[in-house]
């Protein structure tokens, strides 16, 4: 198998589902050694990140960064049976044109999916994932919103598969005598404006303040200078450094493995990330803010009829949602036990592909007579011709591999630095100064 993912979050779904396709017992249940590659770009995750993520069970040394064109190259000499793309959804649609124009004699298994919640761009999305053999849905509510979406294009919806999240686990929760915890999971474009997150930021101080016998923490994704799988304009770290008062001494920023981390949670409060599945499938007390709004912009509209949804009010006051049986059912968190089997269907239909031997090549739904003003320009940004074939000069002489590298690398690790001081430092200068 091979995993080709474009940042931190997609690389831990990429490899933990390709784990959870192998893990499994009986003849549905393949054995493969894995092989990672982190697609170049603005979120290549660094060495730390990677590290946070935990074990996904590939080795640092079987992880390699590439470009599109050298991934394509890497399917069509290496041999792979299965290969799970954990990318945005222009990457998957330039990789399924471009494993489609390598002409295998036989090719790879193709299994895409999604990270976590589902709350925005679904159809875009979708069909840029359309002509995966596997597009996993993380529930049953997924599943039935991504045929939906498929049928209605009149698109094939057979390779919508339900699964689970790959990352959930651990241990039910159980609260400790003495422990009092209370974790908000940050996200880092959610919200997005400077105001917003220095509100909850706020917020989560004066809780802190309020109650000076719990521990507060705020579980970042990344540093200052990271990029994860979405742009933090405003980091957290930057806006504790201008909170009046300074922070109080329960009060604390963290990082680490989300698993962990909820170890030693007695309640998880975030706006909408994905954490909050995870919570609730150790049975964590869970609250999803309503502060803001409860919009589309924010993904919290996700959690509607979830009986999650509360505010800091509620919470100073000592509130603790309690989710709906119901909506539990349809979002695959399993909290009844069933996650053990979550991958079954799944991993049988892998194994049903892989005896297939020769599959016919990807047929996405968007091609150059369906989406001629659209499909060029997504296969343009991975140097891809409108065939899916590399540009001209997209690869380097072999010869001249090495050189080009040494300098490619540099170039790149400076080019990342430029972007992301521009992102976090220059560009809110910029804004503010507009609307002077």
Partial sequence: MAVLADSDTRWKWGALTARRLTSGDGPSAPRART????????????????????????????????????????????????????????????????????RLPVRPV??????????????????????????LANSRHDAERFRA?????????????????????????????????????????????????TYLLRRLVEHARLHPGREVLLKLRSKPGEHTTHIEEHPYQRLAERVPGGLPPNFRLVY??????????????????????????????????????VREALGNHHFTGSGLLTSFDHLDAGARPRPDPAWLAGQGVAADGGYATAYDTAR?????????????????????ATAPGYLPGILARHHLDPDGRPLPGATAPREAGRVRTAVREAVRDAARGAYRHGVQRVAPVVRRMGEL
């Avoid at 998880?268 to 609730?280: D, K, M, R």
């Fill in 110 to 135: 193709l299994v895409t999916g999604y990270v976590g919640v589902v709350y925005e761009k679904l159809t875009d999305g979708l069909l840029l994932r359309h002509g995966a053999d596997v597009v």
């Fill in 35 to 102: 092989g990672g590659f982190l697609l170049r770009g603005r979120a290549t995750p660094t060495p730390r990140q990677l590290a946070e993520v935990g074990d996904v069970g590939i080795e640092a040394d079987r992880v390699r960064e590439v470009t599109a064109v050298e991934f394509l190259h890497a399917v069509r000499d290496e041999g792979y049976d299965v290969v799970v793309l954990a990318l945005v959804g222009g990457a998957v649609q330039a990789m399924l044109h471009g494993i489609a124009a390598l």
């Fill in 256 to 293: 680490g493995h989300m698993g962990e981390v909820l170890d030693r949670t007695d309640l998880l409060v975030t706006v909408s990330s994905t954490a909050a599945l995870e919570a609730l499938h150790r049975r964590i007390p869970t609250a999803v803010l309503t502060d803001l709004g």
């Fill in 149 to 197: 979406v498929y049928e209605g294009v009149g698109a094939d919806a057979s390779a919508v598969t339900e699964a689970a999240l790959p990352f959930l686990g651990g241990d039910p929760y159980r609260p400790e005598p003495g422990r009092d915890t209370l974790v908000f999971a940050a996200q880092p474009s959610v919200p997005g404006n400077r105001a917003d997150r």
């Fill in 348 to 368: 049988a239909r892998v194994t049903a592909l892989l005896a297939r031997g020769r599959l016919p090549g990807p047929a996405p739904y968007y091609a150059p």
